[in-house]
């Protein structure tokens, strides 16, 4: 028997299935994901097994379950909840395909024989020793400099008092992407729901109109800290804008103690042939430094990443694929199928 | 910087390989416009798995 609700309308207290989750990213650190508190999105679905002290985090995209990160569980509980799941996935006719295990998991799984590629990497900063100072980024001290002389402020809100700011950012920021722009899930975050509790919005505000915003989640583990997550502005305005937001972020979180700005996983960035493991495809990897350089339309890791060297980021922490059997193209394009991508 | 050997500046033809990834980016745009389709995914894979195998033979070129 296994266990495999979503969180859609779970509360922390009022189903075992929102606290089980909780814990096992709070506990279950080994692998070092930046990104756990995805697991706690509405809409992605936890798998657990009676005995075993883990979940995992997944969603269906049409034949594969896609799996986020690797299991979030005990050691000895790691292996056997992965063999129940790739069973329960093969047990209804569907494949599993892994996104964002960390290296802890990437041996983990090329060990029970997963191909295992780099799909990419995560980015993060240390903030004690963060600093704006130095010619390097004179640039964007202009620049949030001048958003602030346009008027920004950045509040801390709760997001249930500002659903009318947010979708009004959300409507405009999606409606500058083209028509058949969709928004991101399941690997990008999310506000709302039963673990907004958790996160912290920062909105920012031009003569008390909404013009960007800034969600942080929390990360656990030995580099814990905040991950910079779900950020959108109004198209057209004041250049520097969500870099003013991030900076303010920052001070508050320096005051506050906090060691570590994680800026998240980027698909195609950071790729070293150093970081992979044996047995993976030659092909996929050529793949991935291909989408680099010329798939924007698939995903726009350059203008990404390009935000996120701004801040001068450590070495990138490589994130991998995980292929049920050989590599697999469509496995691969689900990965972006269960993101709402198309 | 002089030199006594013959300088070729002809760009090479395309290799199968080269032939290989051209397929492989069309597979995958092709999965994505038809991502329930089964031969789509096969033909695919199997552009994947036959360019695994000639890059294998010559890690260089990955």
């Known amino acids: ?342 | 910087m002089t030199t006594d050997t013959t300088e070729t500046t002809a760009t090479a033809a395309p290799t199968e390989a080269d032939a290989l990834k051209q397929q492989l980016v069309e597979s995958l745009m092709g999965v994505i416009g038809a991502p329930d389709d089964l031969d789509t995914a096969r033909r695919a894979d199997d552009v994947l798995h036959t360019l695994d195998t000639r890059l294998a033979a010559e890690p260089a070129a990955a």
């Open chain 1, 1 to 342: 028997m296994t266990s495999t609700p979503t969180l859609e309308n779970t509360a922390p207290g009022k189903t075992a299935l929102y606290d089980t989750v909780l814990h096992a990213i709070r506990t279950h650190t080994q692998a070092e994901n930046p990104s756990a508190f995805l697991a706690m999105s509405r809409g992605t679905s936890a798998f657990t097994a009676p005995g075993l002290d883990g979940v995992i985090a997944y969603r269906r995209a049409g034949r594969y379950l896609v799996q986020f990160g690797g299991p979030f569980a005990a050691a000895d509980s790691y292996r056997p909840l992965l063999d129940r799941f790739v069973a329960h996935a093969h047990g209804q006719g569907l494949r599993v395909v892994g996104a964002q295990l960390q290296r802890h998991d990437a041996q983990a799984y090329a060990e029970r024989g997963f191909t295992v590629n780099q799909f990419g990497s995560s980015w993060v900063v240390h903030l004690p020793d963060f600093t704006l100072r130095g010619t390097r980024f004179m640039r964007m001290r202009n620049k949030i400099s001048r958003a602030f002389r346009s008027g920004l402020q950045v509040r801390e809100v709760p997001a249930e008092d500002v659903a009318g700011a947010i979708h009004e950012i959300d409507t405009a920021w999606l409606g500058s992407k083209g028509a058949d722009a969709r928004p991101l899930e399941f690997l990008v975050g999310e506000l709302g729901g039963p673990a907004q509790q958790h996160r912290r919005l920062f909105v920012g505000t031009i003569d008390s109109r909404p013009v960007g915003y800034i969600s942080y989640s929390p990360v656990y583990g030995s580099r814990a800290g905040w991950m910079h997550d779900l950020s959108r502005r109004i198209p057209d305005g004041t250049p520097g804008l969500m870099e003013a937001i991030n900076s303010h972020v920052i001070d508050i979180f320096r005051a506050e103690g906090a060691q570590w700005l994680h800026f998240g996983f980027t698909p195609f960035t950071g790729l070293d042939a150093a970081n992979e493991l044996p047995g993976h495809s030659p092909s996929f990897r050529w793949l991935m430094h291909f989408l680099w350089e010329q798939g924007a339309a698939l995903y726009p890791a350059q203008t990404q990443l390009a935000y996120k060297e701004k801040w001068a980021p450590q070495a990138p922490i490589p994130e991998y694929v995980a292929f049920d059997g050989p590599a697999s193209v469509a496995a691969f394009a689900h990965i972006f199928r269960a993101c709402n991508a198309f």
